[in-house]
């Protein structure tokens, strides 16, 4: 089977660093992204790791280690409009992806 | 560059009615993927296409669903006697189609309700 593992909810403050973790057991990898949702909104690409090791876009970087099955999200500098659902996906055979359940962030003042 | 578009945003039948969703890509983009999103959880795959190909369906897709790109642009998912258990948002994104893993991007799906 395949599956991925991430924490459902997360609260931190603003200002704050938070890490979302994700693991990941499947039958192909292709590579690891993450995704952002707000409420009623689209997936929103974030990041992507095809490689061991660290990716940074701004305030976000993504961390994915193969050899454990594991990847992170980190969020610095947390905003309010960072308080959104998050999914890590791992890229299948044929380019389809493979979300799992999101972890929703609550950002508080 | 207008991003992906899908009509209609919102849907709401009777059971046993069909329904058809529309799904315009980026353009240039030959691969077109559909997913299904329910409440709490993931985008769950359904179907995918290389350019007017479709390449590989979910077991999901049950037989009362068929999914079109009769000209590598834009794309149908049809529902046949729909049930309530279909309630769900129909996302539809599009890639470049890169070797490997490459950026999909979602359009802002049809959130359909099966009365």
């Known amino acids: 089977g395949q599956s991925l593992e991430q924490p459902s909810e997360v609260t931190a403050v603003e200002g704050a660093i938070v890490q979302i973790n994700c693991t990941y057991q499947t039958s192909g990898f292709y590579g690891l992204s993450w995704y952002q949702q707000h409420d009623g909104g689209a997936p929103t690409f974030l990041s992507y790791n095809a490689l061991d090791g660290l990716e940074e876009t701004g305030r976000f970087s993504s961390f994915l280690s193969r050899s454990d099955s594991y990847g992170y999200l980190l969020l610095q500098e947390l905003q309010m409009k960072d308080s959104a659902s998050y999914f890590c996906a791992v890229y299948n055979q044929g380019g389809k992806l493979i979300f799992g359940q999101g972890t929703e962030l609550s950002v508080k003042p | 560059d207008t991003g992906v578009s899908q009509n209609p945003r919102h849907k709401i039948t009777k059971r046993g009615q069909n329904v058809t969703f529309r799904c315009d890509p980026i353009?240039?983009?030959?691969?077109l993927y559909w997913y299904r999103q329910t409440l709490g959880q993931g985008p769950e795959f359904l179907t995918y296409?290389?350019?007017?190909?479709?390449?590989?369906k979910s077991r999901l897709l049950s037989d009362r669903f068929s999914a079109e790109r009769p000209k590598g642009s834009f794309s149908t998912l049809e529902i046949q006697r729909t049930e309530q258990g279909d309630s769900a948002m129909y996302l539809c994104?599009?890639?470049?189609?890169?070797?490997?893993?490459?950026?999909?991007?979602f359009g802002p799906g049809t959130r359909l309700t099966v009365l």
């Open positions: 994104a599009s890639s470049a189609g890169l070797a490997g893993g490459d950026t999909q991007y």
């Open positions: 353009s240039e983009h030959n691969r």
């Open positions: 296409f290389q350019n007017e190909a479709q390449l590989e």
